[in-house]
Each structure stands twice: as C-alpha cells, then as structure tokens.
C-alpha cells in the first residue's frame, strides 16, 4: 500500500511541477514585464522570510550569546 502512496504523490508532484511550469511559460509570453515584477517580489518576500525566520537568538535559536532582558 505505501508504494501506490508513494507512486501517486511522485505523479501529483510531477504534474503540478508542469502545471505551474506551462502556466509561468504562458503568463511570461502574455505579459512579460508583470511576470517579472511578480517573480521578484516573491523571490524578495521567501528571501525576507528566510532571513528573518533563520536569524539566531531572535526567534528560539540556539545562540551562543545570552540575551538581554
């Protein structure tokens, strides 16, 4: 049973892959300038998020450094 799980999650992760894959294509072909505006600022926004939520000390972290109160 876990290997038809399996096979079924590589498929839906495929198809999705060439889902958004084709749809970035057509909307890059259609609107070329939007695309990229939209595409920077997701790739701004996961760089902040990634930024913010790895800094240490901050958030939980295991910092070295004790904190001040």
Known sequence: ????????????VKSTAKHTAHGTASKLKRDPM???TLLGIGAAAGAL????FGRDGEHGG????????
């Open 49 to 52: 998020a990634t930024w913010f």
């Open 1 to 12: 049973m876990a290997k038809i799980k399996r096979k079924v999650a590589r498929k839906a």
């Open 62 to 69: 295991n910092s070295p450094h004790p904190q001040s109160a």
């Open 34 to 36: 939007r695309t990229a």
